[in-house]
C-alpha cells in the first residue's frame, strides 16, 4: 500500500457559520419631557450567511502549487488523472483486507483511501533524497457536513483502534495508532502516528495531520527525516501555509 496515500481519510470539522450584529434604532424625541414613552427597537433582521466558497480541481491544485516544505522547495502536484487512478487502484486492493478488531475496519477504510465521491481531491508532495523524508499534503473539497464535522473527535476512535491486524492474502500487517501534539496551529487539527509492521521485521512510521479550513479538508502527512519530532513539524507547517491560503 502507498505509504502517503495511506494516510488520507475523510474525518475534518467545519467551520465556516459567520455571525451577525445590527446596531440598535435610535429611540424617537418624545412629545413631552414629563410623559417620555420609549418605542421598542425593531427586531434586527439577521444578514444572509455567505455560503462556502466552492473549489476546483484546478483551483485547490494552485493552492498546493503555491506551497513550499520546511526547506522551501514547492511541492510537486500530481495530475488529477494519476490521483484518481491511484485511490481507485487502492480500494480495489483494500476490499481483499480484513481488519481486525471487526469494528476498526470502517477507520482503516478512511485512513488507506478516502470517500471523496462527488467531492474534488488534489495532492501535492515533496521528497528529500538525502534523508528520506517525506512530506504529501491533500487538499478536498465538497465533503459532506457530516463527514468534516467528525474530525475533531476521532480521538477516542483512534485510541481505541490503536492496534489493529491487516490482512490480505499471504500477509498480516500489524498496525499501531498513537496520538501525537504539536503539528501546526490550526485549531482543531489532530495528528497521530502510524506504524506498520510486516512479517518479514519491515516497519514505517508516518505521522498524519488533519484539519479544516473554509470547508475544505486538510490532511498532512510526513515520513523519514531526523525523527518523529521532526516529521510533526514538517505535517504542521504544511498545514499552516495551505490553511493561510484558504483563508
Known sequence: MNSVLGAFGTAVIIATA??????PAEPPAADSPAAETPTPAPTPTPSAVPAAK???VEDLSAIIGQLQDSQGRKLSVMASSDLAGTLEQTKALLSSVEVEP????????????????????AMGQSIDAASGAVTALSLTAGL????????????PQ?????????????????VSVT?????GTVPDTVAYRTDTKLPDGTAQSLITAQTVQG??????????????ADAVSRAGA???????QLK
Not at 179 to 183: E, M, Q
Not at 216 to 228: C, P, Q
Not at 238 to 244: E, I, K, Q, T, V
Open 18 to 23: 459567520l455571525s451577525a450584529c445590527a446596531s
Open 238 to 244: 504544511l498545514l499552516d501555509s495551505a490553511a493561510s
Open 179 to 183: 496520538l501525537v501534539d504539536g503539528a
Open 102 to 121: 471487526a469494528e476498526c475496519q470502517t477507520l482503516a477504510a478512511a485512513s488507506v483511501v478516502p470517500t471523496v465521491d462527488g467531492a474534488v481531491m
Open 54 to 56: 466552492t473549489y476546483s
Open 215 to 228: 470547508a475544505v479538508l486538510l490532511t498532512a502527512v510526513a515520513s523519514g527525516g531526523s525523527s518523529e
Open 144 to 155: 459532506e457536513k457530516t463527514a468534516l464535522v467528525a474530525v475533531a473527535d476521532q480521538g
Open 158 to 174: 483512534l485510541e481505541k483502534c490503536a492496534n489493529m491486524t491487516m490482512t490480505a492474502p499471504g500477509l498480516a500487517i500489524a
